[in-house]
């Protein structure tokens, strides 16, 4: 993890791996402070505090979460006396898909012989992921601390005179998606709306709902955003993801019509130049996303995550792709 500075007073500290749960936190040390994301453990949220100390000596008053997802809420606990402000949805979301104990099994599997022995025989993709967290995540002892404050559309927040506007953008990635723009800076936070230099993907909301989503980021023309994952960027990265997504959209309308299964779709799409980004076995989630909507069913429908990691497995081994979650 490093951190950069990336306006007069905004930072980003950047796990640099830029694979899952490497999420990126931010900071605008004006008016008690106010901290962008927690990170997915307890150890990483220590090494982001300890490395925003050196330009915020306090612990902040303000902790804005930009969606549910365990990597972006894991240290909440650390701030117990910040006011932590979110969507409206997040307390109950944040139940569901940043339970610790779910993150745990995965990775204490690794370490247990008849778990691992049945992972590797019936789901090698589930035991894939389970060692690639465990190998840089320790998910012991979080606490999930919700919400103090919440808003349904907009939140305004006054640093000593600079505002901070937290926008909800969602449903996209994840059902409380919200993006945060300091206007007189150039910065916005944005979440995992976008995935810098690895492959995005979306759970809950349509193709649609993101495309209307990373609109908003580039209506308001930052200078300069620090993404969910991945290196900080400009606009231009964000419209490289939507071009992603309306490539993988296309061909999957193609490959639906031809009466292929998702999953068919996923082993002939063209990556083409996002062969390049980290993980690009994320395909997967992408085009049964689609295909969920060209079936007409909820884009808000659970998803079973064994046979999403086992399918990524699947296609990197069949592709030649970079074995990556």
Known sequence: MKMQQVSEHCYAALNETNLVCDANSGLVNLGGGLVVDTQSDLPHARQMIELFSSVWTDMPRYVALTHEDIDHVAGNQLFPQAEIIAHRTMPERMKEAADPEESQKLTNAVHHLISRAVLRTAHHGVLAVATQLDENFDFDGIELKLPTTLFDDRYVLDLDGTEVHLMYVGPAHQVGDVIVHVPSEGVLFAGDLLFNQSTPMGWVGSYQQFSDALDRIIELAPATIVPGHGPVCGVEAVKNEQA?????????????????TSKQ????IDLDRYAEWRAPARLVINVERAYREFRGEPTDAPWDLGKIFDDMYHLAKTR????EF
């Open 320 to 323: 030649g792709l970079a074995l």
């Open 244 to 260: 992603y997504f309306q490539h993988v959209l296309d061909e999957s309308r193609k490959c639906f019509d031809e009466g292929l």
């Open 265 to 268: 779709a996923a082993e002939r």
